[in-house]
């Protein structure tokens, strides 16, 4: 009796998956996609390595468009019980899941490919998942869609770059055409601000290249500057910089803001203002690393009173430095 009635259940199941097999691959389809959003950015997103305005505005609308489609595509085809209707839904929902996945893994695929094309500038930075890869003719800047801002700027430097006049300084701020619009700043945003448009890689660094020194002045480098500090203490650090790449072969360079924990905010697109600047520099031919925490504001001390350690700037920033650069001599600047 017992095995009777567990054929029949079998068999009712049988019948049942048979007229809901469509409901079953979609649902299917849906834990797949499921699956890759959780892993490519929910999960980065509650560890704060994906921005807010990177899950709002992209994975997330493309993820519940996809689940709505699996829907569709499921009742159309429990629906419209015909082989040739039904093979068009089971390959619109294989459509839906491709898309699906490919949608919610673009911006890591995207940022490993700047990783790639930028692996000069990032031999002594571990780069992070989180935000906007880009990969520019003389640098590296991730730059944060959320704040608008890059959090930080990488720059292999070369003696023979440094040496040269080539180009001249174009002073023409141009909003990124490769960031798309809510995601990052405009020149307008910093008129009447009271702050100035503060370069993480300076345009200094590019007189030899012209697309180099153009791309210095897009505004995925630029952060809100105290006027005062940007065109003394902090210009007076950058030709310092250069200055050491000059007399040491080359240098790395690694340059952000650090914020608070709630920032101002400035122009239409509400750019984040930094209570401070941060700068590494190290220099392979000699195994020498120097850090520096310059707080954003008007009034400031010699240089070597911000000298701070590389596990400071680590701990302020998120940025992980490759383990074996030596930590910073806290005592003195570079001779």
Not at 221 to 246: D, F, S
Not at 288 to 310: D, G, H, M, Q, W
Request: proline content about 6%; glycine content about 6%.
């Amino acid at each position: 009796m017992n095995i009777i009635k567990v054929a029949k259940f079998i068999f009712e199941l049988r019948g049942w998956a048979a007229g809901y097999k469509t409901y079953i691959t979609a649902a299917a389809g849906i834990c797949v996609t499921t699956a890759a959003f959780l892993n490519s950015q929910l999960l980065p997103w509650i560890n704060g390595t994906v921005g807010t305005t990177d899950l709002l505005s992209g994975a997330l609308p493309a993820y519940l468009e996809t689940v709505a489609g699996f829907f569709a595509a499921g009742t159309l085809r429990h629906a419209l019980d015909t082989r040739s209707v039904s093979d068009k839904a089971n390959l619109l929902i294989v459509a839906f899941t491709a898309s699906a996945v490919m949608w919610t893994l673009a911006p890591v695929m995207a940022n490993a490919d700047a990783f790639e094309d930028c692996a000069e500038h990032l031999a002594v930075v571990t780069p992070s998942k989180n935000g906007d890869a880009l990969c520019r003719t003389g640098y590296f800047a991730m730059h944060n869609p959320d704040r608008k801002t890059p959090d930080w700027v990488a720059e292999h430097l070369t003696a023979e770059h440094i040496m040269s006049d080539r180009y001249p300084r174009t002073n023409t701020f141009i909003t990124d055409p490769d960031l798309a619009p809510g995601r990052r700043a405009t020149p307008a945003d910093y008129t009447r601000s009271r702050y100035d448009r503060g370069h993480q890689a300076p345009s200094a660094d590019f007189h030899w290249s012209k697309k180099a020194m153009v791309e210095s002045f897009y505004m995925s480098n630029m952060a809100p500057q105290r006027p005062n500090l940007n065109r003394k203490l902090w210009a007076e650090l950058e030709g310092t910089v250069r200055g050491w790449a000059a007399s040491r072969s080359e240098l790395y360079v690694i340059t952000g803001p650090i914020y608070g924990h709630r920032p101002k905010h400035i122009g239409k697109s509400r750019v984040a203002v930094p209570f401070a600047f941060f700068k590494v520099i190290y220099a392979p031919g000699q195994n020498e690393t120097l850090a520096l925490v310059i707080p954003n504001r008007s009034r400031f001390k010699p240089l070597e009173s911000y000298i701070c350690t590389l596990a400071g700037i680590e701990h302020r920033t998120g940025l992980k430095f490759r383990p074996d650069i030596p930590e910073v001599d806290t005592h003195k600047l570079w001779s």
